[in-house]
């Protein structure tokens, strides 16, 4: 649960990086801010984003994102 709730279904570009995102754990993340500075479910600070890879948008955070049980 842990893993999933931190990948969304789609590539987010920064523009479209604040608001609310479906994760595949099937939680919601919120996201706030502009860029460069985003934060994800008001404490996590996103250090590194827009990191493009062969089958993602990586967006680097400063915590373990935790699902509510």
Same mark, same amino acid.
């Not at 995102?21 to 500075?37: I, M, R, S, W």
């Not at 994800?40 to 990191?51: D, E």
């Not at 373990?64 to 049980?69: A, H, I, K």
């Given at each position: 649960?842990?893993?999933?709730?931190?990948?969304? @279904?789609?590539?987010?570009? @920064?523009?479209? *990086?604040?608001?609310?995102?479906?994760?595949?754990?099937? !939680?919601?993340?919120?996201?706030?801010?502009?860029? @460069?500075?985003?934060?994800?479910?008001?404490?996590?600070?996103? *250090?590194?984003?827009?990191?493009?890879? !062969?089958? !993602?948008?990586?967006?680097?955070?400063?915590?373990? *994102?935790?699902?509510?049980?």
């Amino acid at each position: 649960k842990v893993l999933t709730y931190h990948v969304t @279904p789609e590539r987010l570009a @920064p523009t479209a *990086l604040a608001g609310t995102h479906k994760t595949l754990e099937g !939680a919601d993340l919120t996201v706030t801010g502009t860029q @460069p500075d985003f934060t994800v479910n008001g404490n996590s600070k996103v *250090l590194c984003g827009n990191v493009q890879t !062969a089958n !993602a948008t990586v967006y680097i955070v400063d915590t373990v *994102l935790m699902p509510t049980s």
